[in-house]
């Protein structure tokens, strides 16, 4: 319930005002946002020029916005969002002013359907190509990136999905003068597009940025976040990033001929931890019960102590459909061979949407186990 003002300070935006940097931010939907979807926002602007007050009027003039949820009147609304970083940078690109952070979410294009992501190519390469055209990005670092990739529909229920899901693109692009003149980070960075890395350590290569310094090392290997102007350790495993088991694409996924016998426990012990997660909200939500096996695959590491199977256990990724609501869900178990019981190791993920299911409590967390009575 609370709001974010107090842990603004440990977003990177505040990192880089305590440096002298102006700050902007974003967002193209006044509620689907990680700061706003059931959740408060912030009291006060979490940044210096912060473009809340004109998204909300955007997304409620029902006038501007009766052609197309994409568009504000005869502008792609990507377009819109896209010239508040024009008239920012191009104001500020000056090495007489203050440097400035900018941080930009959309979702509206494609939240609900992947496929209409291909009507945005031209709209963003319009954008790249004017960043150069005025020489923003001569002076500018560009990071373009995702949250996740799909996470629901029957892309995701396949194994490619499940990968996909896990590993957003994230693309970072340094002004011509930079290669030149720093070489070798340029090197680690190349080096780093092979090694195991997340948005954790996308937070500590900008803290580096603030405080540039030109030098490369060997990253820490036990740190949780590591500057990508570091090379990441060869060795790293999931295990040093903290990326849990249900998302860590380090281990193995291999068809497994699985006995009915233990398919039946493994999707019966996905059933009564559903049940669980759900038994403080059983009065507004229907109870879940296993319907259908969809998928249940072996988990192999390379590592010996990191989610591996072994002689007492074997570790399976799961995927069953419930009813009432066709949920499909998704977990990691581990069974043991000696006493053919079974424990769920991961968080369980529905993988398909929920959206008209759940209205009836306000939890953003209990809402994909929920089937409103």
Known sequence: DKVYDYVNEDFIW????????????????????????????????????YHRVVVLAKNNDKLMKATSSNCFGDMPEITFNHDFWIQMASTF???????????????????????????????YHRFLQELKDKNIINNTVFIFFSDHGQRFGKTREMYNGKIES????????????????????????????ERLTTNRDI???????????????????????????????????????????????????????????????????????LRKIIYPVRLKCAQLTFRSLKKVME?????SNVNQTTTDSTLYMISIATTPGDAIYEATVKFFNSTKKAEVVSEIIRINMYRGQAECIPSPVLRPFCYCK
Not at 21 to 42: C, E, N
Not at 113 to 119: L, Q, T
Not at 299 to 303: A, I, Y
Request: some cysteine; glycine content about 4%; aromatic content about 14%.
């Open 299 to 303: 988990v192999r590491s390379d590592r």
């Open 93 to 123: 690109n000056n090495s007489k002013t203050r440097p400035y952070f900018g941080f930009s979410f959309s979702v509206h294009l494609t939240h609900d359907s992947h496929n209409m992501a291909s009507a945005g190519d031209h709209l």
């Open 166 to 193: 896990s590993t957003p693109y994230m693309f970072l692009v340094f002004p011509p003068w930079f290669h030149r003149k720093y070489p070798q980070i340029i090197k680690v960075l190349k080096i780093n597009q």
């Open 14 to 49: 505040s990192y880089f005002s305590k440096a002298g940097y102006r700050t902007g931010a974003i967002f193209d939907d006044y509620h689907v946002t990680a700061f706003h979807y059931q959740k408060k926002g912030w009291d006060k602007p979490p940044v210096d020029y």
């Open 203 to 273: 937070y500590e290569t900008l803290r580096d940025l603030v405080n540039f310094q030109a030098t490369t090392k060997l990253g820490d290997i036990n740190k949780r976040g590591i500057s990508l102007f570091q090379e990441i350790p060869r060795e790293r495993m999931c295990e040093h990033a903290e990326i849990p088991v249900e998302y860590c694409v380090c281990n193995q996924l291999t068809n497994s001929n699985v006995s009915s016998s233990i398919s039946l426990v493994l999707a019966l012990t996905v059933q009564d931890k």
